[in-house]
């Protein structure tokens, strides 16, 4: 519990603290990133440019500060920062650079109105929050047998294979010949990969799209090319010129508070979007390989057959009711074969084959199809426990929820 005194300072400040969040965090990864530039390697730079990396530690700091004496309600949010973290190597003493960057933004930005009790009340808060991070990151670094300082190991390609128009499947073998770690569907490594045009080392997350064969691992990458408006996506466009079988990379071990509970028999129902099928997918294959008698639902929104991605390997599953959904159908799309249903998706249309009892509904899409598809099934009675979801970016959807 926060000592009667935080608290209340807390409590009294947190509406001001709240009107200029994204600018105290503004602020501060421009003092860390000035003062750190060897910390820009670790830091998403399309992140960075969007804001989404400052609204997201924002979000975050604001959730804790008010509920951090509320640990269920803050458990979701601790699991989520400490997986990203622990797959991009943070370590424990970073934390006292962040702090410090942190307060002095905090000070900056409001000035004056920052007093001695005011600073000791958010310094507490900004520890006891990173103090929570640590203690979950250490757990996950043991249990995965490596350090911060060892939180990469060099892959290489063995297959390549295109998925559609936009994504490619690379399938990775440890170079040490030794297993690769072992993982739970749903779960993500991060890639690194080197960028010497613009002098950076840049990490992404990409989801495992394969159950575990306990030999290779496997990614399914978008390439996010760029128009008039956007640059290409720095890494996704890389693996897709460079990633050719014989390639080696740099990759983090398995992480990720999105995963199937394995040991359960519930219904599983998966609801995708785009690329968002790839987690999804590595659950569907692990319920086909290991759990064939467990019932499952798997929805599926693309724009059409070329944008599909793993539709290759879409074959029926005895226990999985399948439902592709296609909104922007092409002449060439068989409507009853490769695709069920032509048009918008609205979860509460299909809510007779969705909805299932006891089931666990894991959702990954862009943000706003997964906020859709979460509220339609909150409406149709859904616990809200049994929703869970996998953001491809920084989460901007925990924090609020
Ligand atoms: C947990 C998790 C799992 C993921 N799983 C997958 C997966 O399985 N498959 C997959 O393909 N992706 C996945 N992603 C997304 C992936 O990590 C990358 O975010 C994605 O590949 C884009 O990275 P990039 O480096 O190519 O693009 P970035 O360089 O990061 O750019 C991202 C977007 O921002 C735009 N942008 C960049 N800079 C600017 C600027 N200055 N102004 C305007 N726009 C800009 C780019 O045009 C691009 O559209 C996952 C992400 C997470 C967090
Ligand atoms: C209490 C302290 C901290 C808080 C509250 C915090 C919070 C967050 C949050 C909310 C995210 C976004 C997670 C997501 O993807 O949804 C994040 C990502 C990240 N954090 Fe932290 N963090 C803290 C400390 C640190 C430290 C010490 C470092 C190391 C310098 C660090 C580096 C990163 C990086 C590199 C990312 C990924 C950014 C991106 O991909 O855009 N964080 N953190």
């Known amino acids: 519990m926060l000592a009667p005194n935080h608290r209340a300072t807390i409590d009294a400040t947190l509406p001001v603290v709240a009107a200029h969040a994204t600018a105290i965090t503004?602020?501060?990864?421009?003092?860390?990133?000035?003062?750190?530039?060897?910390?820009?390697?670790?830091?998403n730079q399309g992140n960075q440019a969007?804001?989404?990396?400052?609204?997201a530690l924002a979000g975050a700091v604001y959730a804790y500060a008010?509920?951090?004496?509320?640990?269920?309600?803050?458990?979701?949010l601790l699991n989520r920062i400490a997986h990203k973290h622990a797959s991009l190597g943070i370590s424990a003493d970073m934390y006292t650079i962040v702090g410090r960057h942190l307060m002095a933004a905090i000070g900056e930005i409001l000035g004056d109105a920052v007093t001695a009790e005011i600073a000791e009340a958010w310094d507490t808060v900004y520890w006891r929050f990173?103090?929570?991070l640590i203690a979950r990151e250490a757990v996950l670094y043991r249990d995965a047998g490596i350090t911060p300082a060892s939180f990469l190991r060099e892959y290489e390609v063995v297959e390549r294979v295109a998925e559609g128009d936009v994504a490619v499947s690379l399938r990775l073998r440890p170079t040490d010949d030794a297993p690769p770690p072992a993982f739970k569907p749903g779960q993500y490594v991060s890639v690194q990969v080197e960028l010497p045009e613009i002098?950076?080392?840049q990490l992404r997350q990409y989801s495992l799209s394969d159950a575990a064969d306990g030999r290779t691992l496997r990614i399914t990458v978008k390439r996010e090319a760029g128009d008039d408006a956007r640059p290409d996506g720095l890494v996704s466009t890389n693996l897709a010129r460079h990633a050719d079988v014989g390639s080696r990379w740099l990759v983090s071990n398995p992480f990720g508070d999105l995963a199937l509970d394995t040991g359960a028999s519930t219904p599983v129902v998966m609801v995708s979007a785009g690329v968002g099928v790839t987690p999804l997918h590595a659950m569907r294959r692990h319920l086909a390989r290991h759990q064939p008698q467990r019932r499952g639902v798997f929805v599926h929104v693309a724009a059409h057959g070329g944008r599909h991605i793993l539709k290759r390997e879409q074959?029926?599953?005895?226990?999985?009711?399948?439902?592709?959904?296609?909104d922007a159908a092409r002449g060439e799309d068989r409507l009853g074969s490769d695709h069920h249903h032509a048009g918008r998706f609205a979860l509460a249309?299909?809510?007779?084959?969705?909805?299932?009892p006891d089931a666990d509904y894991y959702l990954c899409g862009p943000l706003p199809f997964m906020i859709a598809q979460r509220d339609a099934l909150l409406g149709q009675g859904v616990p809200a426990k049994r929703v869970h979801f996998e953001v491809f970016g920084p989460d901007l959807l925990t924090a609020t929820l």
């Open 26 to 43: 503004g602020r501060f990864y421009e003092r860390m990133l000035g003062a750190h530039p060897e910390l820009r390697n670790l830091f």
């Open 50 to 55: 969007s804001g989404e990396q400052k609204q």
């Open 66 to 76: 008010q509920h951090c004496d509320t640990p269920d309600a803050i458990e979701p």
């Open 130 to 132: 990173a103090g929570e």
């Open 199 to 201: 002098g950076l080392r």
């Open 315 to 326: 074959a029926a599953v005895p226990h999985i009711d399948d439902l592709i959904v296609y």
């Open 349 to 356: 249309e299909h809510a007779a084959t969705i909805v299932r």
